[in-house]
């Protein structure tokens, strides 16, 4: 049998030609799903189905040895009447509104710094400030205990040195305990940033800088008015990536602090875990763990509003 071409009727093309396409075409798509199949049942598993599970706990309450009793959204109503729960918020509040800039500028600076031309050893210095990130946190909480130990830390014998005869008491301090968190994720999140940063102004070309020097700018006004704006793009993501960090702050209050001292480092996370497993109230945690989501998720929403605003303008 024959049939003929679409491009010129003229010209005729075997119907097993196309059927042979056809097949070859349809292989390449089943195997290609094959390859993509364990992906996408790992994703529906513990992923999509672990979502939606969650969900339908956070409608009931449950202890993990009784059967789930359904009582609605009485656990949301319950989340805002919880003074645990505002503490907490402002806690992990805090925690943002103190990492997210500190970052921020830190690893922006590392970035620009390492990328000079002429920096010796810069292969080092990029592997000296990534590994922090991929250390395990646990083994960084237990260092940064000893270096904020109030009687024979690191940091105290320092500051003892230089004068200083009443050093904070950092981890028994209510006031104290927030900022040494702060300081020691801040430590850790800056290499991870910094490799951001650092393929980011990569894309910037030399001959704006170049150009910019002709015109006698200085550094500054380099940074300021190429190297900044350029790195916009860059920066929102950053951005994102730091609120996600910042409200998930778990590691590092349950190794050094678990949540005190007073509740003063309890963190939503911390209080999403300790409500599931050690008062085993299933249903609250989930419900908790809804209301964070929703929180960060709409800070997310707020950045892409703001960034596609000045984007138009």
Same mark, same amino acid.
């Given at each position: 049998?024959?049939?003929?071409?679409?491009?010129?009727?003229?010209?005729?093309?075997? #119907?097993?030609?196309?059927?042979?396409?056809?097949?070859? !075409?349809?292989? !390449?798509?089943?195997?290609?799903?094959?390859?993509?199949?364990?992906?996408?049942?790992?994703?529906?598993?513990?992923?999509?189905?672990? &979502?939606?599970?969650?969900?339908?706990? =956070? #409608?009931?309450?449950?202890? $993990?040895?009784? =059967?789930?009793?359904?009582?609605? +959204?009485?656990?949301?109503?319950?989340? +805002?009447?919880?003074?645990?729960?505002?503490?907490?918020?402002?806690?992990?509040?805090?925690?943002?509104?103190?990492? /997210?800039? $500190? @970052?921020?500028? $830190? =690893?922006?600076?590392?970035?620009?710094?390492?990328?000079?031309?002429?920096?010796?050893?810069?292969?080092?210095?990029?592997?000296? +400030?990534?590994?922090?990130?991929?250390?395990?946190?646990?083994?960084?909480?237990? @260092?940064?205990?000893? &270096?904020?130990?109030?009687?024979?830390?690191?940091?105290?014998?320092?500051?003892?040195?230089?004068?200083?005869?009443?050093?904070?008491?950092?981890?028994?301090?209510?006031?104290? *305990?927030?900022?040494?968190?702060?300081?020691?994720?801040?430590?850790?999140?800056?290499?991870?940033?910094?490799?951001?940063?650092? *393929?980011?102004?990569?894309?910037?070309?030399?001959?704006?800088?170049?150009?910019?020097? &002709?015109?006698?700018?200085?550094?500054?006004?380099?940074?300021?008015?190429?190297?900044?704006?350029?790195?916009?793009?860059?920066?929102?993501?950053?951005?994102?990536? #730091?609120? /996600?960090? *910042?409200?998930?702050?778990?590691?590092?209050?349950? /190794?050094?602090?678990?949540?005190?001292?007073?509740? =003063?480092?309890?963190?939503?996370?911390?209080?999403?875990?300790?409500? *599931?497993?050690?008062?085993?109230?299933?249903?609250?945690?989930?419900?908790?763990?809804?209301?964070?989501?929703?929180?960060?998720?709409?800070?997310? $929403? &707020?950045?892409?509003? @703001?960034?596609?605003?000045?984007?138009? !303008?």
């Amino acid at each position: 049998m024959i049939a003929f071409s679409h491009a010129n009727p003229n010209k005729t093309v075997p #119907l097993s030609r196309n059927k042979r396409r056809y097949s070859l !075409e349809k292989q !390449e798509a089943i195997t290609g799903w094959l390859f993509v199949l364990p992906i996408l049942a790992g994703f529906s598993i513990f992923t999509f189905f672990a &979502i939606l599970y969650s969900f339908g706990i =956070s #409608l009931t309450r449950w202890d $993990l040895l009784t =059967s789930p009793a359904y009582i609605g +959204f009485r656990n949301y109503f319950n989340v +805002f009447k919880d003074p645990d729960f505002w503490q907490c918020m402002y806690n992990t509040v805090y925690f943002a509104a103190a990492l /997210i800039p $500190l @970052v921020l500028v $830190l =690893s922006l600076s590392v970035a620009i710094a390492i990328n000079q031309k002429g920096i010796r050893f810069a292969t080092y210095f990029k592997v000296s +400030f990534y590994m922090p990130f991929v250390t395990s946190t646990i083994a960084i909480g237990m @260092v940064w205990m000893w &270096i904020f130990n109030p009687d024979t830390g690191l940091l105290n014998t320092i500051l003892n040195s230089i004068g200083i005869d009443n050093p904070p008491r950092w981890f028994e301090s209510v006031v104290w *305990a927030k900022p040494a968190i702060v300081i020691m994720r801040c430590w850790q999140m800056t290499g991870y940033y910094m490799i951001m940063y650092l *393929a980011g102004l990569q894309t910037i070309p030399d001959n704006l800088y170049e150009a910019a020097e &002709i015109d006698g700018a200085s550094k500054w006004q380099k940074t300021r008015h190429i190297t900044i704006p350029l790195l916009s793009n860059t920066t929102f993501f950053v951005l994102i990536m #730091l609120i /996600i960090d *910042a409200f998930n702050v778990f590691e590092a209050v349950y /190794i050094m602090t678990q949540g005190g001292p007073s509740g =003063s480092t309890n963190t939503m996370l911390y209080y999403i875990y300790d409500q *599931a497993f050690s008062l085993y109230r299933m249903g609250y945690s989930s419900a908790l763990s809804w209301v964070l989501f929703l929180i960060v998720f709409i800070l997310t $929403l &707020i950045q892409f509003k @703001v960034r596609k605003k000045a984007a138009e !303008e």
